[in-house]
């Protein structure tokens, strides 16, 4: 059963007189429980799509169906209730509230949800990313590594069905990135449908599939054959020094 | 997401940004704290007036001098045209609708006694003066006929000068030497005390000398300031009025047009209440208007500050869409800041008024009240100027678009 489906999909800019097609006819459909990797270089239209894919922006054309309803006809009150209910957010400049609490920040979509025992889930969901100590501490008190999982914990405390990431790892030092891709593995073998973008092929070979996208087009798309499992990389530290280019 | 929820994010945005808060509430608190006391004391203004002016009696009427080219605006000091002889007059004239004539002058003088000066007014006048204006005597006795006849060097003394003279209010000072404008007089009596008329005046910084003896022996002049006249009951005043205006225009030989010829005003009672209140009226409107423009400046002053917030919080607003508010949860939020800044500076305003009305009360002795009509007003306007002013920012705080304000610093 596809949670996700892409039909055509146009993203079009205008900068003056110039038009920029940042999507040109996208397809793309996304099944319950699957682990995606979307990779591009700059400017290939990966963010512009992890945008609409999250409802945070809408297309020019094409349609769009998530869990079996049109989010391209959607109004502001529906996307916000799609946005709050059914996916999770991690971004790749954590976006945390910098005056509010590790648990605040996490309770906060809740907040806006109306879910009941949030301080609970919250609590539960900073455990999950091993936070528990850090929980009444603000953003600026914590490392980067740590932020995103507060972010993390954040995106899932409500329990999404969907999760995207944009560039979760980018801002954080290797060993950080790879916790946090263990933490996103986890949450696939728990069944929870990921969608990430990257443009490091390493972090995307932790997914099970690879979506390359290009000039506004997917140009790929294949399953991952030899797949990177986030624990046993972090067993080996010679890995870390790993990938430094030579020469 | 409940109200509570709402407000909650609300408060958590202003006290975090604590200083700001303060100084944006500090307009509203000044413009409602002018409102409550310029309405307070505009009232307590126009209540003293009203109540001092009704303590005159209804049945006097008041002539003071009037220079027919100047109008009755003129100082009456320079105006000469009533004399002793007109009240005399009057009395005997009028004496089916008038009991009682007072003429008065006044002047400022120097009194000294020991090597104490004080500078404070003198009335010299009849001895019909006392019941005339409702003066007691609290020590010795009044200025009599006798006085009046022999042009006696003898005066009655009001407590504050007494107090200044001899040290005590209380003090015994009844048989002693004071100098008046370097002329000595003795001390026959001092005044009961009456505090402030509607004017403000000090009615006890006085000294009351024999009405001749003031005209020929201190100030040398043959005019009076003003001549009070008690009538013989409230319903006859208007009669009293004419008879007292057709026979000062005979004595004076004044020819029409009238009344622009007139060298005199007859003022009753009431006109003299009519036109304090319009003063004040005046007054009240216009302490009004300028509480009313601060008022209005410390809403723009939370529009500015709610703007540069909005554009400051620009990402914060986008982290909260993206997470899943609406655009009316972002608005609500707006708005319930704003409307708390407002709401907030117009209590602790009405406090701030409220404080500054009582310390007016205690400076002018009058009654000074915040009134809870005041009260209810600035608080309202307030709480409206705050969603009036509010609605702007908070709507532009709605319509950003999430990932705009996301890619913002």
């Known amino acids: 059963m596809s949670l996700i489906t892409l039909r055509d999909i146009r993203k079009i800019y205008r900068m003056g007189d110039q038009e920029v097609r940042a999507l040109d006819g996208v397809d793309l459909t996304v099944g319950d429980g699957e682990f995606v990797a979307i990779m591009g270089p700059s400017g290939s239209g990966k963010s512009t799509l992890m945008h609409i894919l999250g409802c945070l922006d809408a297309p020019t054309s094409g349609t769009y169906h998530l869990a079996g309803e049109e989010v391209s006809a959607m109004d502001d009150i529906e996307l916000a209730r799609i946005r709050n209910r059914m996916i999770g957010f991690v971004f790749q400049s954590f976006n945390l509230l910098p005056s509010y609490t590790a648990l605040e920040n996490v309770e906060l979509p809740m907040v806006y949800g109306g879910i009941p025992n949030r301080r609970k889930r919250a609590e539960v969901a900073l455990e999950r990313v091993g936070l528990a100590n850090r929980m009444d501490h603000r953003p600026n008190e914590l490392s980067g590594g740590q932020q995103q999982r507060v972010a993390i914990a954040r995106a899932i405390a409500g329990e999404p069905r969907i999760l995207f990431a944009d560039e979760p790892t980018g801002n954080v030092s290797t060993q950080m990135g790879e916790e946090i891709m263990q933490i996103f593995q986890e949450l696939s073998d728990q069944g929870i449908t990921i969608a990430l973008v990257t443009h490091e092929a390493h972090i995307a070979r932790h997914a099970l599939r690879l979506v390359q996208v290009q000039d506004g087009h997917i140009v790929a798309d294949s399953p991952i054959r030899r797949r990177i499992l986030a624990r046993e990389w972090l067993e080996t530290p010679e890995n870390l020094t790993t990938g430094i280019l030579e020469l | ?409």
């Not at chain 2, 009044?142 to 003279?165: C, F, H, I, P």
């Not at chain 2, 400046?297 to 500015?304: A, D, L, T």
């Open chain 2, 1 to 409: 997401m409940t109200p509570l929820d709402t407000f909650r994010f609300a408060w958590r945005a202003l006290r975090d940004n604590r200083m700001r808060s303060g100084l944006t509430m500090l307009g509203v608190i000044i413009g409602v704290a002018a409102v409550v006391a310029a309405v307070a004391v505009g009232q307590g203004a126009a209540a003293s007036v009203t109540n001092s002016v009704g303590q005159l009696g209804n049945n006097l009427l008041y002539i003071v001098p009037a220079n027919p080219r100047l109008g009755p605006g003129e100082p009456s000091g320079l105006t000469q045209t009533l004399k002793p002889s007109d009240a005399e007059a009057i009395l005997a004239r009028c004496a089916n609708t008038v009991s009682r004539v007072c003429p008065m002058v006044r002047s400022s003088v120097l009194v000294k006694a020991g090597n104490q000066n004080w500078r404070t007014t003198v009335n010299g006048a009849t001895p019909s003066f006392l019941v005339v204006n409702n003066f007691t005597i609290s020590l010795g006795r009044q200025l009599n006929q006798s006085d009046e006849d022999a042009r006696s060097r003898v005066v009655v003394l009001g407590k504050t000068v007494v107090e200044s003279l001899f040290g005590s209010k209380n003090a015994n000072c009844v048989g002693l030497e004071v100098a008046l404008n370097r002329v000595r007089f003795k001390v026959v009596g001092v005044l009961g005390e009456k505090g402030t008329n509607t004017f403000g005046e000090n009615q006890d910084d006085m000294v009351l000398i024999p009405l001749n003896t003031a005209l020929y022996r201190v100030l040398n002049q043959k005019h009076v300031s003003a001549i009070s006249v008690e009538c013989r009951s409230s319903d006859t005043i208007d009669l009293a009025q004419e008879q007292i205006i057709s026979l000062l225009r005979r004595r004076h030989r004044l020819s029409p047009p009238f009344p622009d010829n007139d060298d005199f005003t007859v003022l009753s009672q009431a006109q003299l209440l009519k036109i304090m209140q319009t003063i004040t009226g005046v007054l009240t409107i216009l302490l009004a208007s300028i509480a009313g423009i601060s008022l209005t400046v410390g809403g723009i002053g939370i529009m500015n500050i709610m703007l540069v917030s909005v554009t400051e919080r620009t990402r914060e607003i986008g982290i909260r869409k993206a997470l899943g508010a609406t655009e009316a949860n972002i608005r609500a939020q707006f708005l319930i800041e704003s409307a708390l800044l407002s709401i907030a500076g117009g209590i602790l305003g009405v406090l701030f008024g409220g404080g500054i009305a009582l310390i007016a009360a205690r400076i002018s002795k009058w009654n000074i009240t915040p009134t809870l009509e005041s009260v209810l007003l600035a608080v309202g306007v307030s709480a409206g100027i705050g969603i009036f002013f509010g609605y702007w920012p908070a709507r532009k705080a709605a319509k950003l678009h999430p990932i705009e304000a996301l890619r913002r610093e």
